[in-house]
């Protein structure tokens, strides 16, 4: 059973924004506290990719090169939700988007297997 749950995917046109949210399930029970929160994509045919990533504790984020200038990343701590909002979406960046958590320490924070749980999945396709 997924410990995340993703919202915000669907259906935009190229130049358009959505925000992606990614809140811990009711059943885990999880606090993101001392994690680093990360959102990862994977187009068809493609391998995973980082794409972005927070900090819990010390709110330090990070990004991936094609994504730089055009997504934030942002956490409400009352909420346990991370966010991704993206604007400026280009028909690359279609894929279906993962929330995960880390507990390894943040210089690990791009790469995939340092994480522990993750969300299902949600789409985002841009239209050109």
């Not at 880390?102 to 841009?126: E, I, M, N, P």
Request: aromatic share 12%; charged share 15%; net charge positive.
């Amino acid at each position: 059973q997924k410990q995340l749950v993703e919202s915000g995917g669907g259906l935009v046109q190229a130049g358009g924004s959505l925000r992606l949210s990614c809140a811990a399930s009711a059943a885990s029970g999880r606090t993101f506290s001392g994690y680093v929160m990360g959102w990862f994509r994977q187009a068809p045919g493609k391998e995973r990719e980082f794409v972005a990533a927070i900090s819990w504790s010390g709110g330090s984020t990070d990004y991936a090169d094609s994504v730089k200038g055009r997504f934030t990343i942002s956490g409400d701590y009352a909420k346990n939700t991370v966010y991704l909002k993206m604007n400026g979406l280009k028909s690359e960046d279609t894929a279906v988007y993962y929330c995960a958590g880390s507990g390894a320490r943040y210089g690990l924070r791009s790469v995939a297997s340092a994480y522990d749980f993750w969300g299902q999945g949600t789409q985002v396709t841009v239209s050109s």
